[in-house]
């Protein structure tokens, strides 16, 4: 994060985003991780979106510690003065699917409970990458492809939101020292038998080799997210294709300079792109009037 105070940049990004509404009622999930902390942290800050806030802790109990990383939601909670509820579930075997559901379905009563409208939780640009990642091994079709969503139905009258998908995880540290904020390191994502944590340490080997990989992964997804709900991004996307298809020198547009002419399209806006060197495309309110060479 860039800037003399990075950390308000990610409360800034909050703000500006459209994953949350003002004046929603929010229960953030906190589980005391960096991500999570950083989370409610950065909400309680998004002044501009005025939110109603409250936190839950869910404990499985199959692990001794989880008592250290209560603490310091208690500590969180308290020192941001936010309402928390601690939700402690029966052992239930350690299969991550089934721990995954009955945490999901205890935070929605909590939810509706406290009149909130939305569960807000800190998965990042690491979790989506995995998220995709797993799908593939398993056999996908875009369903999978598409990752997590940024907002979803959870239950009657309540969404799952996940302001952070785009955010990297180094981030979110970098977030909670900037602003002295306490958090616990959960153990079990050193175990290399959960699934997860293998494919986690294999996108680890590769950053290094595709710095990008993450951003790559996020926007693979939101693409194939945009396309099964057939949305005006998606099909503006197509036209911008469609017209490259018939230039072979433009068959290999990067990504980034599409998504730039498409938002001209969406906002009705003019202007001249360039896609490679030498060659342009022009837009003139909203709509695709050629391709220029220079």
């Known amino acids: 994060m860039r800037g003399a105070r990075p950390q308000r940049n990610l409360e800034r990004a909050i703000e500006q985003d459209d994953v949350l509404r003002e004046g929603e009622g929010v229960l953030v999930a906190c589980s005391g991780g960096p991500d999570s902390v950083a989370l409610i942290a950065a909400l309680q800050r998004a002044k501009r979106l005025r939110l109603k806030l409250h936190a839950?802790?869910?404990?499985?109990?199959?692990?001794?510690?989880?008592?250290?990383?209560?603490?310091?939601?208690?500590?969180?909670?308290?020192?941001?003065?936010?309402?928390?509820?601690?939700?402690?579930?029966?052992?239930?075997?350690?299969?991550?699917?089934?721990?995954?559901?009955?945490?999901?379905?205890?935070l929605a009563e909590v939810a509706l409970r406290r009149a909130c409208s939305?569960?807000?939780?800190?998965?990042?640009?690491?979790?989506?990458?995995?998220?995709?990642?797993l799908a593939l091994l398993r056999g996908t079709g875009t369903a999978g492809l598409r990752g997590m969503r940024r907002r979803?139905?959870?239950?009657?009258?309540?969404?799952?939101?996940?302001?952070?998908?785009?955010?990297?995880?180094?981030?979110?540290?970098?977030y909670c020292h900037a602003r002295a904020l306490p958090y616990a390191v959960d153990p079990t994502n050193a175990q290399p038998n959960l699934r997860r944590n293998a494919v986690r340490e294999a996108l680890g080997a590769l950053r290094p080799l595709f710095p990008?990989?993450?951003?790559?992964?996020?926007?693979?997804?939101?693409?194939?997210?945009?396309?099964?709900?057939?949305?005006?991004?998606?099909?503006?996307?197509?036209?911008?294709?469609?017209?490259?298809?018939?230039?072979?020198?433009?068959?290999?547009?990067?990504?980034?300079?599409?998504?730039?002419?498409?938002?001209?399209?969406?906002?009705?806006?003019?202007?001249?792109?360039?896609?490679?060197?030498?060659?342009?495309?022009?837009?003139?309110?909203?709509?695709?009037?050629?391709?220029?060479?220079?």
């Open 56 to 106: 839950a802790f869910v404990n499985h109990g199959l692990r001794g510690s989880a008592w250290q990383d209560e603490c310091v939601v208690v500590q969180i909670a308290g020192q941001l003065e936010i309402p928390l509820d601690v939700i402690a579930l029966e052992p239930n075997g350690a299969d991550e699917e089934r721990l995954r559901d009955a945490r999901y379905a205890a």
């Open 212 to 294: 990008g990989l993450d951003a790559a992964v996020a926007r693979a997804a939101e693409v194939v997210s945009q396309e099964r709900a057939a949305s005006r991004r998606a099909a503006l996307r197509r036209q911008v294709r469609e017209q490259f298809a018939r230039e072979d020198e433009l068959r290999d547009v990067d990504f980034l300079h599409v998504e730039a002419a498409v938002r001209a399209l969406e906002r009705g806006g003019s202007g001249t792109f360039h896609m490679k060197a030498g060659v342009c495309l022009r837009i003139h309110r909203g709509s695709i009037i050629g391709i220029e060479r220079t």
């Open 118 to 133: 939305v569960v807000a939780t800190a998965h990042h640009a690491e979790d989506q990458s995995e998220t995709v990642l």
């Open 152 to 174: 979803r139905p959870l239950a009657p009258n309540l969404d799952l939101a996940r302001p952070f998908l785009e955010i990297p995880a180094e981030t979110l540290r970098a």
